[in-house]
Structures are given as C-alpha cells and as structure tokens.
C-alpha cells in the first residue's frame, strides 16, 4: 500500500520512485505557492504559471543526473507575463519569480487560466546546472505550447534525449492556491509496448492540480500508474520556498556599476535602494559603500 509523507507544517514535498518499467519524479507544492502568492501579490494568472515553472524545476532537479548544487529554470515566451524564473537546490529549498505579476487575462476555451497565453510560445525554456564541484552545464530550447508541462517534456527530448511524460498544474480559487504541483514519468529501457500504451491512455486527462486538491499526491500517482504496477517510492524531499539573496550579495554586484549607472539610481537621500525580485526584500546602501577599491 502506497503512503506517502503527510504534508502537515510542510510547504511541499517531492517522491521519486519506480513503478514497473518507469521511473517517476511528483511534488506536491500548494502550500508553498499559495503563501508565495500572497506575500508577492501575485494574480491567480502568476501564481498559476509560477506553480508550473517551480514545480518543473524541483521535478528536474532530482531527475536529471545527481551531484547538481543548483538547478536554474527560466521560460520566456514572449508573452505578457514575461520572464518566468524558478531555483531549485538539493537540500528542498527553492525560489521563483514572475516578471508581471499582477497580469490578469480572460479564461481560455477550457475555461482555465490561460497560462499558454500568458507566457507565450515564440521564446525559450533554458535549463542551467552547477555542479557541486564547480562547472556549469546549460542548455535552452524553443518553446512549444508556453503551458510549461509540453515545453518541460520538449526540453527533456531536443537536449537530453529522453522521452518523457510531464504533467504540472495549478489550481487557483478565490480562497487561494489550492492545488499544484506535478510528476514526470519516464520509461526505463526495455518497456513494452502495452505498458507505454496504458501509461499513456492513464496520463490522457488527468488533472493534476485538481486530483492534488481534493485527494493529495498518493491519489494523483494511484491515478497515473493505474494498473502499471505496485509504486515503490525511493526517495522523498520536504519542500520550501526559501530566498538566498543577502545584504552581502547585493553589494558585490552593485559594486560594479559606473559611476553614470550609480549616480541614475542614487535617490536625493544619496542611497540606492536594491530589491530582490525573487522575494521582494529591499536593501538600502549609501554612496559610499559602493566606491569602488583602489
């Protein structure tokens, strides 16, 4: 009997395992977008492209090939929304942004908010890792669709050569986020045909924040491995939105303005004022402090 974490005081977790002949990575993060949601002022349009992106980039994280220090996912599309920015690092911790967020669109077709819309389809999903011993890898792909789950499956295809199902969504209502999260199946070598067949015929109109919402991440995963096998579950993260920006970081990158650059954003008090779009802290430095050594 598959049972996973409670996520009682938890902001989100993440379970990686195996079911027959796939492998899986799924998250639930609700909590966490939906206090994230609020402590920025996000539209329920921002909390819902965000929740995908965040969810994508913790899913990925674990997927791609371990001793990563940190795992950047951005997706530009073009669109209104603008930049869509998620960290994910290997202790759980994570940090996202969206450039508007406060954008608002009418419902798509179906109904739900149109993220594709939003984020738009004539950019790019890029992926960075740093590795824990030093190195970057990147890589960056056309979008497909800009509903986050295509281009997240695209991306896994064009640059690392593996097929994948993803699935990410956000439920927002006017209480709040009250779903969202994600998993990513991946067929191990040698599947058969029936199995792909019947992996794909479960995946096919399911909604994942929605599942998430009114019965949790055990119910979603039983959904999406319905007569597939027994889930076994190897590996299991707590999840927390948590902002690494400091007074010390901030400085290093000030410092390397010109004067011209220092002198347009030095207020009449002669301090600039720096604010971190991830989490929306602000520092304030006098003129002084950023005089330049030597």
Known sequence: M????????????????????????????????????????????????????????????????????RLLLEVYGGGPLGKVVAEAFPDGSVRGMV??????LPLNVLGKFAVGEAVGNEGFIRVRREFLRGGVYESKVALVSGEIGDD???????????????LV???????GIVGAGGVIVEPLPGVKDDSLKLLETNLSGISVSRII?????EKLLQRVFSNVGDIEVTHETTLFFKCRCSRE????????LSTEQLDYVTTEKGEIEAVCYFC????????????KNG
């Open 2 to 69: 598959l049972t996973l974490p409670l996520m009682e005081d938890k902001e989100g977790v993440l379970v990686e395992g195996i079911v027959g002949d796939f492998r899986f990575v799924a998250c639930d993060i609700t909590s966490m977008i939906d206090r994230v949601s609020v402590e920025r002022g996000l539209s329920p349009l921002a909390g819902c492209a965000l929740g995908r992106v965040i969810s994508g980039a913790v899913m990925l994280l674990r997927l791609l090939t371990k001793g990563y220090a």
């Open 99 to 104: 450039a508007n967020r406060s954008l608002e």
């Open 169 to 175: 969504g956000v439920l927002a209502k006017p209480s």
């Open 213 to 217: 919402s009114e019965k949790g991440l």
């Open 249 to 256: 970081r901030l400085k290093k990158h000030l410092v390397l």
């Open 152 to 166: 997240i499956a695209h991306y896994l295809f064009a640059s690392e050569q593996r097929k994948t199902g993803v």
């Open 280 to 291: 929306g802290k602000n520092y304030r430095f006098k003129r002084e402090e950023l005089r």
